[in-house]
């Protein structure tokens, strides 16, 4: 009869035990997934406020195609939601790149860098900027949290049974870039 009260409490115990390491392990997956639609939401905000900022620049660049047409490819690829974190990083980096080209083309322009218009725009867009890295910074630490989880014994073997996965981070594609930021002079 003890053996049998021994053997019952072992598996009580088990079951606790995969109960919580579940539990921990959805709870991780959610936040990740709520992370992640936050990053969404702040590149879909972006990409509505990119027509607007064009079409200013527009009225004092007119000779400027290339720029603008590198924009709105960029912007069609945010436009374009994907569960795939490498294909929404690679379509946020070209925004990046292509919004730097446009506000190189502003810098030519005096009366366009004091229009209250495209300043109002370049204030908005600074702050989704700031919103963005703050949604990245969440995601990559969720999925931190998340891969650790799945890595670490004894969850892993819990976690690939009931379908947990590793999940990427949301990295910038030039790391080289980020790390060696450019020198500014004022002269």
Known sequence: MMWLWIIIGVVVLLLLVIWGIYNSLVRLNVRVDEAWSDITVQLKYRADLIPNLVETVKAYAKHEKEAFE?????????????????????????????????????????????????AELQRQLQEVEDK????????????????????????????????FKVRDFFEVEDRAAVENAPEVKFE
């Open 70 to 118: 590198n924009v709105t490819k960029a912007r069609a690829g945010l436009l374009n939601p994907s569960a795939n974190v490498k294909a929404a990083a690679e379509a946020e980096n070209a925004m990046t790149k292509a919004l730097s080209g446009l506000f190189a083309i502003a810098e030519n322009y005096p009366d366009l860098k004091a229009n209250q218009n495209f």
């Open 132 to 163: 963005i890295q703050a949604a990245r910074r969440f995601y990559n630490g969720g999925v931190k949290d998340l891969n650790t989880k799945v890595k670490l014994f004894p969850s892993n073997i819990f976690a690939s049974m009931l379908g």
